[in-house]
């Protein structure tokens, strides 16, 4: 394999890790405070579609990931209501999100563009790589240049999320309402609060993760462009054990995954293209497989709280 093959594949993992990683971190937030948060695909697919709705319509795509943003928030604090407010149950709360962001933009679709299946190609996107004296870098300068705004806005805020969940009173908080939330409300901690904080960032970080697959790739949305992302954005965040820096490495290894599944050609390997596609979520499986039994989540993951239980 040449020097040249490599990077390429290293630049493809790093480029198809970034919306891994920027939902797999919503994921934490969201489950830390103890709100599993299975609308993660369908708030990825809200800001993929409405990032490429509001960068036609401005014609500026740094405004489109704002609208990614909003509109990621809008779904979470759909989830929030039913899961936090409502007590539902949380993984069919997630479900409903995700069937209800891949109907309404097929809806939109068709009510704004007066076709199915794809938009248009936006007409501005952010797809090159911000810091350009990076690429004048000897031997790794060329792996620079496939990089964009999102590969760096992801490792910040990895470690960001970090130093928020781990060094900050707030973070403890979280960490607190997540393990046991009835002995954090006896010390004054508002667990809906913390909930509803958590959950409004697993949109905020989901909906960029959308815009990531969207204006930062291929610059339209697609439907079923989001293709399970959500969930091996899930199954990133329990391989890395809710933590974000495990997060990230596990982020990556899938997104070595999906790039060895689409360079595959460029390897001379003559393997069915079906066979190609189901590497990723083959991948999904072990890993999770693997981990079922040392990962422990937060003890209240998942768990509606009652504020006048005993």
């Not at 390429?8 to 920027?22: G, N, Q």
């Not at 489109?64 to 209501?81: Q, R």
């Amino acid at each position: 394999m040449s020097g040249v093959t490599v990077i390429a594949v290293i630049a493809s993992a790093i480029r198809l890790a970034t919306p891994l990683l920027l939902s797999a971190l919503g994921g934490v937030f969201s489950e830390r405070s103890g709100v599993v948060n299975i609308g993660l695909e369908g708030i990825m697919i809200f800001g993929a579609f409405f990032s490429v709705l509001f960068t036609h319509i401005t014609g500026n795509a740094w405004i489109g990931v704002v609208a990614a943003i909003i509109f990621g928030i809008v779904m979470a604090a759909l989830l929030a209501v039913v899961s936090i407010n409502l007590k539902g149950n949380q993984i069919i709360a997630g479900t409903a999100v995700n069937l209800l962001a891949a109907a309404l933009t097929a809806f939109f679709l068709e009510l704004i563009w007066h076709r199915s299946g794809s938009t248009p190609i936006c007409p501005d996107m952010l797809t090159s790589n911000p810091i350009r004296v990076l690429e004048k870098l000897p031997v790794i300068g060329d792996l620079f240049k496939q990089f964009t705004p999102f590969i760096y806005i992801a490792i910040v805020l990895t470690f960001v999320t970090y130093y928020i969940l781990w060094k900050t009173p707030w973070g403890l908080h979280v960490r607190a309402v997540g393990e046991h939330p009835k002995a954090a409300d006896t010390v004054g901690i508002g667990v809906y609060k913390t909930r509803w904080i958590c959950v409004l960032l697993s949109g905020v970080l989901a909906g960029l993760s959308g815009a990531c697959l969207s204006i930062g790739t291929v610059g339209l949305f697609r439907e079923g462009m989001v293709a399970g992302k959500g969930f091996i954005a899930l199954a990133a965040m329990v391989f890395g054990k809710w933590h974000p820096i495990g997060a990230m490495g596990a982020s990556f290894f899938f997104g070595i995954c999906l790039a060895i599944q689409i360079q595959a050609q460029s390897f001379g390997l003559d393997v069915p293209g079906e066979f190609l596609a189901m590497v990723p979520y083959v991948a999904t499986i072990i890993v999770l497989i693997g981990v079922v039994g040392k990962a422990v989540a937060p003890k209240a993951d998942g768990q509606p709280y009652e504020k006048d239980e005993a």
